[in-house]
């Protein structure tokens, strides 16, 4: 048998007993601490969206460290595109027609063939005739810019109707899509109004109302109209497999309640309450 000095062994049980009432202490302060944190947290809205917003920042830095980019979560808003399924199929026809056509995403196609029909209820005008502009004006690029300043989707000369882009924050306005659309479309309407037809308003929509020759622009209009008038006619026909596959997939998503089907309501609410309206 082996024999410890009684005074190390009661020196020992002494620290140790030491060091657990202080981790004793400790934990319940840190708990007390805790609990109070909280309970101002809940009475101080304030106080606690200031927290949020430190320790969301703080996060934010971290992954800006270790990625490298300036993360913008809500980016995708800024962004002018549509989910294909999200429109009618003779939208969706004529949107698939263009982007293939003008080798153009038919994501954003898709949000400026929507734009066109929903501007073409409001002005009374065909949207095909409206995208037909679109298609000879720029080919679908939102940021093109003519040799005399006309500027945009429609290539509507910004300086000529700034006080139309004033209404939309400026003339920088002319290369957001919907809004060149928008501003186009207005001008297109008014032109046809006053030269009493869809040609001569062409030629005044182009500057040249007054001129001997268009320059054979508003036959060119009018044959890309000739065009999408018959792949609106023909509809679904045109569109591929994999739009009707996807139709399919989200019916069924809808059918089951799954988390997207959620996704694919909220995003038809809106549609129908405009419609109703």
């Not at 005399?148 to 429609?154: D, I, P, T």
């Not at 928008?182 to 006053?194: E, F, H, K, P, S």
């Not at 996704?263 to 419609?275: L, Y």
Request: proline share 5%.
């Amino acid at each position: 048998m082996t024999f410890r000095p009684a005074g190390r062994s009661s020196g020992l049980v002494f620290w140790v007993r030491k060091m657990v009432r202080m981790a004793h202490k400790t934990t319940v302060w840190y708990g007390t601490a805790t609990v109070l944190a909280l309970v101002v947290l809940a009475l101080q809205p304030g106080l606690r969206s200031s927290a949020e917003s430190w320790l969301y920042g703080l996060l934010h830095e971290r992954k800006v460290a270790s990625t490298g980019l300036d993360i913008q979560p809500q980016a995708h808003e800024r962004a002018t595109a549509i989910n294909w399924l999200d429109l009618t199929e003779e939208q969706a026809a004529v949107a698939y027609w263009l982007s293939k056509k003008y080798r153009v995403a038919p994501e954003p196609l898709g949000a400026l063939v929507a734009q066109a029909y929903t501007l073409g209820e409001r002005y009374r005008l065909d949207p095909t005739l409206i995208l037909s502009v679109v298609a000879i004006e720029s080919g679908f690029n939102p940021f093109a810019q003519s040799a005399v300043g006309a500027q945009g989707l429609m290539q509507v000369m910004t300086t000529v109707h700034e006080e139309k882009y004033a209404l939309f924050g400026g003339k920088h306005a002319a290369f957001d899509p919907l809004t060149n659309l928008q501003v186009g479309a207005v001008i297109l309407q008014d032109c046809i109004r006053r030269f009493g037809g869809v040609q001569p308003g062409l030629r005044c929509y182009v500057g040249a109302a007054k001129l001997p020759s268009d320059g054979g622009y508003a036959a060119k209009v009018l044959a890309e109209h000739t065009r999408l008038q018959k792949v609106k006619a023909d509809g679904s026909r045109g569109l591929p497999a994999r739009y009707r596959e996807q139709l399919r997939a989200r019916a069924r998503e809808m059918a089951a309640g799954t988390p997207n089907s959620q996704k694919w309501a909220q995003r038809a609410a809106p549609d129908h309450a405009s419609k109703a309206s």
